[in-house]
């Protein structure tokens, strides 16, 4: 399958800050990008996509980027809080069908 | 209310002794998948259900087999679980379309 990494294995933020989660991909045919959050003990949880004909995608409190010149997405997180604690996958197709994830990244949150 | 359900949610096989998985959903969604995730790992696709077409992937073990009887249900089959099979099994969900996947809760697998 294609290949997904992350280059931050676990980011400690203190509460009320930005978050930034870093994603490289190496398919550049993929064209559907998705972030997920993983809590312990719990499946993945979406949290915002992209599609490869947009360079940003908004939601609340997130913003995903995407840049397909170096092949690289990544999830910003506003106003970091205790319950964002979690690790973050970003997850890919070309196919719509099969998706592929990253290795992952953990987010603390310090109060 | 529980769209993507896993039974059980825990589960204790012995090594080489055959154990089923189940998924099922409420969401009438036409693909189904399996994932295998490791301790600090990301889940690894296995395969997937488009409708009643299976798709492996081609790096799953044969040890692995599913099943998907109707819409609702699927089932991942592990023929002779060894201890490297110990591990959080994955099933998800999507409408086919859009590219959302919804997840369940999980089924964690310990090969004694």
């Known amino acids: 399958g294609e290949s997904v990494g992350l280059h931050l294995p676990t980011l400690s933020v203190q509460e009320g800050d930005n978050s930034i989660i870093n994603c490289a991909y190496s398919?550049?045919?993929?064209?559907?990008f998705i972030w997920y959050k993983q809590e312990s003990g719990k499946g993945p949880q979406f949290i915002i996509d992209?599609?490869?004909?947009?360079d940003k995608r908004q939601g609340q409190r997130v913003t995903v980027l995407l840049n397909k010149t170096v092949k690289h997405l990544s999830l910003q997180i506003a106003a970091t809080q205790p319950g964002d604690s979690a690790v973050y996958f970003c997850?890919?197709?070309?196919?719509?069908?099969?998706?592929?994830f990253g290795s992952g990244t953990k987010l603390n949150v310090k109060p | 209310d529980a769209m993507v359900i896993q039974n059980p949610r825990y589960q204790v096989t012995q090594f080489g002794k055959p154990v089923t998985l189940s998924c099922s959903q409420t969401?009438?969604?036409?693909?189904m998948y399996w994932y295998q995730q490791k301790s600090s790992q990301a889940p690894k696709l296995l395969f997937h259900?488009?409708?009643?077409?299976?798709?492996n992937e081609a790096d799953t073990p044969d040890n692995f087999q599913s099943r998907r009887p109707n819409t609702s249900f699927c089932f991942l089959d592990i023929r002779s679980p060894g201890l490297g099979d110990a591990a959080m099994y994955l099933c998800?969900?999507?409408?086919?379309?859009?590219?959302?996947?919804?997840f369940g809760p999980g089924t964690r697998l310990t090969v004694t």
């Open positions: 998800a969900t999507r409408t086919g379309r859009i590219g959302e996947q919804y």
């Open positions: 398919n550049s045919a993929s064209d559907y």
């Open positions: 992209i599609r490869s004909n947009m």
């Open positions: 997850a890919e197709t070309s196919d719509f069908n099969k998706f592929y």
């Open positions: 969401l009438n969604h036409n693909v």
């Open positions: 259900y488009y409708d009643k077409d299976f798709n």
